[in-house]
């Protein structure tokens, strides 16, 4: 399950007489046809998406996004550093058996993408809930000052260490390797 923003261009059938006054487009984290039917009220049965383009997220303006829906010709918006970690904030909004609730959550990585993947795969393990159930409402990225959770604040230390395990002792040349050694390796060095 790979999660990323697209960009739809869907049309009711009732409204393909009046062609492009009915045309509804919309700039979601679309999995399903969620917001389709909620959003727009058009369902499976009387309407028929023409477009789905995926989008590569930027930290879009909300002055930006008008112009945005109304350019079809955007494929792809690049994000700026993606090969920096950074904290994300996602607020969502899921269906479990009991009813709807709201809940913030915390996620540290080098896209936004790959963040509102980790949110999915958290919310299957912890929470059983399936991602058509899931609606993003907002993202946005978090400065390390303003994160509330504990496990995105451990990574803020600047002296922060971890342990390497399993550190083999490899020959120096590969003329000094031998198949069969006489003794166990010793790993904890």
């Known amino acids: 399950l790979s999660a990323a923003i697209s960009h739809v261009l869907g049309l009711g059938l009732a409204a393909a007489a009046a062609a492009a006054s009915g045309l509804a487009s919309s700039l979601k984290w679309s999995l399903t046809g969620y917001f389709l039917r909620k959003l727009k009220k058009v369902k499976k049965s009387n309407g028929q998406v023409l477009a789905i383009n995926e989008v590569q997220p930027v930290h879009l303006l909300p002055a930006m996004l008008p112009r945005i829906l109304n350019m079809p010709d955007i494929f792809q918006i690049f994000e700026r550093n993606p090969t920096t970690i950074k904290n994300y904030g996602i607020w969502l909004r899921y269906q479990s058996r009991t009813g709807y609730h709201n809940m913030y959550k915390e996620y540290r990585d ?10 999915y795969n958290e919310m299957a393990s912890r929470h059983r809930v399936r991602s058509p159930c899931i609606q993003i409402i907002k993202t946005a ?5 303003l994160c509330k959770r504990d496990n995105t604040k451990q990574f803020h230390n600047a002296k922060i260490k971890f342990p390497l395990v399993y550190r083999k002792v490899r020959p120096p ?5 031998t198949t069969f050694k006489a003794s166990r390796p010793n790993l904890f060095m």
């Open 173 to 177: 040349t590969r003329k000094l390797k």
């Open 141 to 145: 990225t978090v400065h390390f000052k």
């Open 110 to 119: 080098t896209t936004l993408n790959g963040a509102v993947e980790q949110m």
